[in-house]
């Protein structure tokens, strides 16, 4: 419930914001990286509430910490002058669609178990 109310808090946030709030391009990739991180640590704290294993302050800690760590690697690499972030977009990459992968499956599985078993009582 309250994931639907912050999302349409935040888009309509968005949408009202005048253009020149917007962020520089500058850190464009700064914020795409965090935002990554971010979608990261939702899908893994849905798959951690399917599983029965989420835990809010693990959930916060690692949602901050990974999009901490994300921009500071592609600050590091930019001031080296190495595309460091890449290494945070293939981890975080992966794991977005291994967390998807999982809720998929056990949003098909559970749907179907709800079918068999409507099928025995019939």
């Not at 850190?27 to 599983?51: H, N, P, Q, T, W």
């Not at 901490?68 to 001031?79: H, Q």
Request: glycine residues 10%.
């Amino acid at each position: 419930m309250w994931i639907v109310i912050g999302l349409f808090v935040g888009v309509f946030i968005g949408l009202v914001l005048p253009s020149d709030l917007y962020p520089p391009y500058v850190f464009s990739k700064y914020i795409s990286i965090s935002f990554l991180a971010g979608i990261d640590s939702v899908l893994g704290a849905v798959r951690a509430g399917m599983e029965g294993k989420f835990k809010v302050n693990i959930f916060v800690s690692g949602f901050f910490s990974n999009a901490l760590l994300a921009a500071f690697l592609t600050w590091i690499g930019d001031k080296l002058g190495v595309d460091l972030y890449l290494a945070a977009v293939v981890t975080f990459g992966v794991r977005v669609f291994d967390n998807l992968a999982y809720i998929r499956r056990d949003i098909m599985e559970g749907s179907k178990a709800g079918q068999e078993s409507a099928a025995d009582k019939s």
